[in-house]
């Protein structure tokens, strides 16, 4: 194979991984009014599930549901409907490790410079969207 047979195939496969990325960085506006990095975890996450999607699968990106019982609504990241059942997913975007598991209601962040933050269990959270769907 000549040399620029292998550069232009090179190129097309890295345009076909930023592609998406791109078109992900259009749709942070649309997520979340300043982007953020929870905007990108959550369009890296979208990307990787419409990858492994089969034609009838349905995935549902970033829905308010309400919760009639207390009032309240809960922002779901993602779920994925597929012959398999149905996911739901929560996307976090952390650096750092994280402390915890699903009985406690918070987890410890530890940073790398040091710095602990405590965060809300995305066990917690994920079993109250989960519910939600369900209902």
Known sequence: MQPEYIVLIALAVILALLIPLFVGFSKIRQIRPFGGKGALGEIAIS???????????????????????????????????????????????????????????EWRLVHENGEVQFRHSPVKQNATHTYLVQK
Do not use: M, W
């Open 47 to 105: 990307s990787i599930l419409k990858t492994c999607a089969e034609p009838c699968d349905k995935i549902i990106d970033d829905i308010l549901l309400y919760n009639a019982e207390n009032g309240r609504s809960s922002q779901i990241d993602h779920i994925f409907i597929c012959k398999n059942g149905v996911f739901v997913i929560e996307t976090k975007n952390y650096s750092g490790t994280l402390y915890g598991d699903d009985r406690q209601q």
